[in-house]
């Protein structure tokens, strides 16, 4: 079986209260105190809970893992047309990452998505980060609430938003002004892999291109900064625009 990991008490145990399947969890000994309430949950859930010793654990996860480590089955990618037919009309936000690698950075940017109530994340099959045990552990219990749609091509999947009604903004350097953007309704954020930014074929089939102006010095915001600062502010206008 093809199994991923997940480390940390925090994001165990978000895991199992969304319902993640897990094979089996592992934890230290000496710990189940402190692990009470996931263990005694995932027990509930019929789970197989194992605990061994620090030198196991450790082969087990590199990385830190707060004496607890899960067994995931296969990561399930959501289908865009089931989360488009969910929330269109409804003032759906999508992100969508144009062949980003660094799983830090995605897993950065999964964390920001679920706290300000994005309702889907689009990748590419090919040539992009995916989810593995690096990206749930930086999520920390993002991927619980924020489904992971893996497309096949990024350009076909933002014409295909634009049937749809989704206006698409892909954040450039050489863009207008974040903060001149009123933004409302059914829309989608691209953002560009780390180096090269958004594909020329992603911008070219955008409705606009958007920057985050700089007041101090001219210096580049890593990816998971700029889509936390521009996530942020999408969710504050739309969250004014409904009340």
């Known amino acids: 079986m093809n199994c991923l990991m997940l480390a940390g008490k925090h994001a165990v145990l978000e895991a199992l209260s969304a319902g993640r399947e897990i094979v089996e969890i592992q934890f230290l000994r000496g710990t189940r105190k402190n692990l009470g309430v996931l263990l005694n949950l995932a027990e509930q859930k019929g789970i197989k809970i194992r605990e061994v010793g620090t030198k196991e654990l450790d082969l087990l996860y590199v990385g830190v893992h707060q004496g607890v480590v899960a067994k995931l089955s296969k990561f399930k990618y959501a289908l865009l047309d089931d989360v488009v037919s969910e929330v269109l009309g409804r003032g759906a936000f999508f992100v969508v990452l144009d062949h980003l690698t660094d799983p830090h950075n995605f897993g950065a940017i999964i964390r920001t998505a679920a706290v300000f109530g994005v309702d889907g994340i689009i990748i ?81 089939r955008s409705n606009a291109l958007l920057t985050i102006p700089m007041f101090g010095e001219s210096l580049s915001l890593n990816v998971s900064v700029a889509a936390g600062i521009i996530i942020a502010e999408i969710a504050k206008q739309k969250q004014r625009s409904s009340c």
Do not use: H, W
Not at 149 to 172: C, F, H, S
């Open 124 to 204: 590419p099959r090919d040539r992009s980060v995916q989810i593995t045990s690096t990206v749930l552990k930086v999520a920390s219990g993002g991927c619980e609430y924020v489904p992971i749609i893996m497309v096949r091509n990024i350009a076909e999947t933002i014409d295909k938003l634009k049937r749809e009604g989704v206006v698409v903004y892909a954040a450039d350097l050489q863009g207008e002004s974040l903060f001149e953007f009123k933004f409302s309704g059914d829309l989608a954020i691209v953002f560009g892999a780390e180096g090269k930014g958004v594909s020329r074929l992603a911008k070219e």
